[in-house]
Structure formats: structure tokens, C-alpha cells
């Protein structure tokens, strides 16, 4: 019996569109939750580990923090700068009152006591960009898309930097550093990973990072995800092993990725053609990147596959949200599929969790 509640983060990217947070339980329609305005764009959705109940949502107006399942949603007070979107946000490992937010320009702030204050970390200004974006032809600034604390040793963090590439702290989000030389080195060896969209730069794509994630079962190994595939470092970014997921998936374009809870060698890669397209499909690794296999059949993604979700109790449940608002979601390890559709009126999707 279908038990799960499913929630999706839109944007309200295109005029006469919804950009909220949306929440679907036992299967039912998907409605707006309470608290979130339905002109922002929700651009995480992140459960508690160790919680439960408690969510919070990263968005265009700041951060929010659900502690009824995502019924309803009250925002945090974080003491932001002008034009500042909060794009993630991770929780210590060890310390469930500590964690960080990433946010665009790039800037991350820190809370020690479950989100009741909020100071900003690293640099009191943006943190400089890898590229220059001032004449960027789709957004103009960086953003961190992704955070994670390392398991084995939680001082080290990691994070995916839109168009600037992986940012490592190794005194819990204190100070930050770019680490992306390495990445960039990948570039110069193989031609084929130079990739340019939004600058005139061929780094372009290796830096267009969307995810950073750490198992328990390859200690200080970190998996990086962005537009040209997966890849892993062994020495926090100093050198760099490209995963050539094209061996075995019919995509590249990496937008999403996740370790499954308590089984700490199993991954998922949301993977589609590009940031817009007409196709997509999930993609399970049951050895951390070493082989890939498609896991969503028979439903199929008819837009790109934004984000997706896996639930931080259970090895079983994994979601995923296609842009054009397809949820698709699994209950038993990707083994069959249910699928929803969030409303006409719903904002492009970028994010969706499952719990």
C-alpha cells in the first residue's frame, strides 16, 4: 500500500505560472503547501535524517522549514543580501543542529541551532566566479547547487557551483576554496569535454556543476556532477577520475545524483540531453559509478529531469521531477514506477523529494 508523501519545488519561470512547493500524500493530487508564496522558485527540498517530519525548503525568497511532513512551512530568518536565491542546503552528519545554505551570487551561510539564527560564512561578499558571467547569456551569476558534508570527517565539506565548478571548506563551511584546477586539467587532456552555452569559455561545462555527494562506502571519495557526466576526486579536487558514464547510459547531461540511504554503494544519476529537452531517464549504479543501468522503465521523462530525490530513511524510495512537471517515484529500489502530474498552471519543476 502506497504510503509516501511526494513533494515538488517550480519556478514560476514562464508569465501565469506557479512557482511553489507542492505535496501529494497516498497517491492523491498534488496541492501547494502552506506558507511557501506561490511566486518563488523552490529550488531544494531537503529532509531531516534524523528528524522526522521536519523539511526544509531552499527558494527564491529564503529559506523555509516544514516540521509537519510539508503540510505547512514557516520561513527562517536569515539575514541575506539584496538579490541573494538560496539554491541548497545540507545537515551535519553528526550534529542535527548544524547546517549550511548555498545561495546565488555565490555565498553560504551557517546555523548551529536547527535554523533559529543565521550567519553568513566564507566571505561577507560573493565569493568570486571561476568564469566571468557579466555577459552571460542565460543567468549572470553563479550558484551553489549542492552541498555535503563529508561522513568520515564532517569539518571537510563540498560543494557543485553552477559555472564555478567544486568549492571545498576543510573547517566546517568557516572558509571556502576553489578547487576546480583539476576539473579544468580534464579539459586540456580530452577535447571532448570542452562544452560553452551560457559564456564564451570552454570550461564552460565541466563547471557547470549540479550535485556533490559522499558515500560511507568510499571514504573521502567525492562524486561531482555537471553537464558533461560524473566524475570523482580521491583528494579533495586536486585530481580528477572522469566516470565516461556515455559507456552505458544513453545521456550525459548529469542534473541530479544520490546515494540510497543505508545502502551506501547504490547511486542514482538523473541524467537527460541538455538543461531543455524533450527526454530523460534515471539511471542506477549498484557500484558507485562503475556501471550504470536504466532504472525508471516503463514510465519515460518527456522534458529534462530537473532533481530528483531519495528518501534519507529508506533504501527504496527515489523520486525524480521532469520540468515539465512529470513526478515519477518507486517505493521497492527502482524494481516498478508510479507517475503524477503537478498542475496545469505549475512553474517549471526543479526539485522533488520523497518521504
Known amino acids: 500500500?502506497?504510503?509516501?508523501?511526494?513533494?515538488?519545488?517550480?519556478?514560476?519561470?514562464?508569465?501565469?505560472?506557479?512557482?511553489?512547493?507542492?505535496?501529494?500524500?497516498?497517491?492523491?493530487?498534488?496541492?501547494?503547501?502552506?506558507?511557501?508564496?506561490?511566486?518563488?522558485?523552490?529550488?531544494?527540498?531537503?529532509?531531516?535524517?534524523?528528524?522526522?517530519?521536519?523539511?526544509?525548503?531552499?527558494?527564491?525568497?529564503?529559506?523555509?522549514?516544514?516540521?509537519?511532513?510539508?503540510?505547512?512551512?514557516?520561513?527562517?530568518?536569515?539575514?541575506?543580501?539584496?538579490?541573494?536565491h538560496f539554491w541548497s542546503l545540507a545537515i551535519h552528519p553528526d550534529?542535527?543542529?548544524?547546517?549550511?545554505?548555498?545561495?546565488?551570487?555565490?555565498?553560504?551561510?551557517?546555523?548551529?541551532?536547527?535554523?533559529?539564527?543565521?550567519?553568513?560564512?566564507g566571505s561577507r561578499e560573493a565569493m568570486n566566479e571561476r568564469l566571468d558571467m557579466s555577459n552571460g547569456a542565460f543567468f549572470k551569476h553563479s550558484r551553489i547547487m549542492s552541498l555535503a558534508y563529508d561522513p568520515s570527517d564532517p569539518t571537510k565539506i563540498y560543494g557543485a557551483v553552477e559555472t564555478s565548478g567544486f568549492i571545498v571548506s576543510d573547517d566546517g563551511g568557516e572558509t571556502w576554496e576553489d578547487r576546480s584546477d583539476g576539473l579544468m586539467r580534464l579539459v586540456d587532456e580530452d577535447p571532448s569535454l570542452r562544452s560553452k552555452i551560457n559564456v564564451a569559455d570552454e570550461y564552460e561545462g565541466i563547471l557547470d556543476a549540479h550535485a556533490v555527494r559522499l558515500s560511507q562506502d568510499r571514504p573521502g571519495v567525492v562524486f561531482y556532477a555537471c553537464r558533461m557526466g560524473l566524475f570523482s576526486t580521491a583528494d579533495a579536487g586536486r585530481s580528477w577520475r572522469n566516470h565516461d558514464i556515455r559507456r552505458f547510459a544513453d545521456f550525459s547531461y548529469?542534473?541530479?545524483?544520490?546515494?540510497?540511504?543505508?545502502?551506501?554503494?547504490?547511486?542514482?544519476?538523473?541524467?537527460?540531453?541538455?538543461?531543455?529537452?524533450?527526454?530523460?531517464?534515471?539511471?542506477?549504479?549498484?557500484?558507485l559509478g562503475e556501471s550504470l543501468r536504466r532504472a525508471d522503465m516503463p514510465v519515460t521523462a518527456t522534458s529534462t529531469i530537473m532533481g530528483m530525490g531519495a528518501s534519507v530513511t529508506s533504501s527504496d524510495k527515489v523520486v525524480y521531477v521532469t520540468r515539465g512537471g512529470q513526478v515519477h517515484w518507486s517505493e521497492d529500489g527502482a524494481a516498478s514506477w508510479s507517475a503524477l502530474q503537478l498542475p496545469a498552471d505549475a512553474g517549471d519543476a526543479y526539485c522533488a523529494a520523497i518521504i
Not at 497517491?27 to 506561490?38: H, K, R, S, Y
Not at 548555498?102 to 543565521?118: A, Q
Not at 546515494?259 to 534515471?282: E, F, H, K, Q, V
Open 1 to 84: 500500500m502506497m504510503t509516501s508523501i511526494l513533494l515538488a519545488g517550480t519556478w514560476d519561470s514562464r508569465p501565469n505560472t506557479v512557482g511553489t512547493l507542492y505535496r501529494s500524500e497516498d497517491g492523491g493530487g498534488f496541492v501547494p503547501a502552506e506558507g511557501i508564496p506561490l511566486n518563488t522558485g523552490v529550488q531544494s527540498i531537503t529532509p531531516h535524517p534524523a528528524r522526522p517530519g521536519t523539511l526544509y525548503a531552499a527558494t527564491h525568497h529564503g529559506l523555509f522549514r516544514s516540521v509537519d511532513n510539508g503540510l505547512s512551512f514557516a520561513k527562517l530568518a536569515v539575514p541575506t543580501q539584496p538579490g541573494e
Open 254 to 287: 548529469t542534473r541530479d545524483m544520490r546515494i540510497a540511504a543505508n545502502d551506501p554503494p547504490t547511486m542514482y544519476l538523473a541524467l537527460s540531453i541538455a538543461s531543455r529537452s524533450d527526454s530523460g531517464a534515471l539511471y542506477r549504479s549498484d557500484d
Open 95 to 121: 550534529n542535527p543542529d548544524t547546517m549550511l545554505a548555498g545561495c546565488g551570487p555565490i555565498g553560504v551561510y551557517k546555523t548551529i541551532d536547527g535554523g533559529e539564527s543565521w550567519r553568513r560564512v
